[in-house]
């Protein structure tokens, strides 16, 4: 699934996203330019944009019910290994853009593909264009089809 970069100013309140590019760049020594890589593909529940600030907190896909039973201690618990820490907040001048609704791993599905086209008729210019379509579209099945295609051209 191709994801599309969205400005923070997309989402509302509530929504599960994540970074799917790196923040703006940041001046470094000799003239080179850093680029803050966190967070990209950490899925954060969006809290909204004040202060000059992205609020963003950790998600955490179905919670941790291993200390549900223990109220208090299984809020000490869950802050003490990372879970529950409050809003991260992040400047806005350097994360409004690169963000994406995030995708939950356990529930990437990939097109099955429905190509039963025969390829004996086309053309070497027809099978390129041919493959990057089925690419874009992420039919990979299609594509390795079409790549075997194309090695009888060479």
């Not at 191709?2 to 003239?31: A, H, N, V």
């Not at 529940?45 to 963003?56: E, I, Q, R, S, T």
């Not at 991260?88 to 690169?98: S, V």
Request: charged share 35%; net charge negative.
């Amino acid at each position: 699934m191709k994801q599309k970069t969205m400005s923070i100013y997309e989402f509302k309140k509530g929504d599960i996203i994540t970074r799917i590019e790196p923040s703006k760049p940041i001046p470094g020594l000799e003239m080179e330019d850093l680029r803050d890589r966190a967070y990209i593909g950490v899925s954060m529940k969006f809290l909204g944009v004040a202060n000059g600030c992205v609020y963003v907190e950790r998600y955490e896909r179905g919670g941790n019910s291993e200390f549900e039973d223990m109220p208090e201690i299984g809020r000490f618990f869950k802050a003490m290994i990372g879970g529950g820490t409050g809003p991260i907040n992040l400047p806005i001048d350097m994360w409004d853009e690169g963000w994406s609704y995030y995708i939950d791993p356990y529930e990437i599905s990939y097109k099955q593909s429905k190509f039963n086209e025969s390829l004996e008729k086309y053309e070497l210019a027809e099978l390129n264009k041919k493959l990057k379509q089925a690419l874009a579209d992420e039919d990979y099945e299609k594509a390795e089809m079409i790549k075997k295609r194309l090695k009888k051209f060479e």
